[in-house]
């Protein structure tokens, strides 16, 4: 039979001992360096979210005051409804015997700019300069490649008075 001795079994048991004790305190190390390490790291992320939520919050904000703006500045031009009534209303008094001015259609540019699309039925040529003198008064003028009865005139709308 194998004996072993005492002294021997103590070694190995202190030994053994000394090991785990080792390898338990390298272990809590490692484990709270990882806990700090990723508790750092959280608090930087979460500090980083709260600026980014900050910056958003301010863009939205700066968004939101400038489709206020816009608002504001689209109720200070005319709509498309009251250029066409001014614009039929011009058309029916200018209208005479030699030519007849028809409005079609009227389409949105941008906030103040439009383009209106009219008729010129005429009797003569001074017909034709007439109407095509009425139709620069309200904006530039172009004549359709198409048909020649069409004009296209860039009405620039000024903004209206603030009562």
């Known amino acids: 039979m194998i004996s072993i001795s005492n002294k021997t079994i103590a070694n190995t048991s202190k030994l053994i001992i000394s090991i785990l004790v080792i390898y338990t305190i390298f272990y809590v190390g490692f484990k709270a360096m990882n806990y700090y390490k990723s508790y750092y790291e959280k608090e930087k992320l979460t500090n980083e979210l709260q600026l980014k939520r900050d910056e958003t919050n301010s863009l939205k904000t700066k968004a939101n005051e400038s489709k206020k703006r816009i608002e504001d500045l689209e109720k200070s031009y005319m709509t498309k409804e009251e ?29 103040d700019r439009y383009i209106i699309i009219t008729r010129v039925n005429t009797q003569s040529e001074n017909g034709v300069k007439a109407a095509e003198g009425i139709l620069s008064y309200l904006g530039e003028i172009k004549k359709s490649d198409l048909d020649e009865t069409l004009y296209f005139v860039n009405y620039i709308s000024k903004p209206k008075e603030i009562k």
């Not at 079609?104 to 540019?109: G, V």
């Open 83 to 111: 250029i066409e009534t001014k614009v039929k209303d011009i058309f029916s008094r200018m209208s005479l015997l030699d030519y007849q001015l028809d409005f079609i259609d009227s389409k949105k540019m941008c906030i």
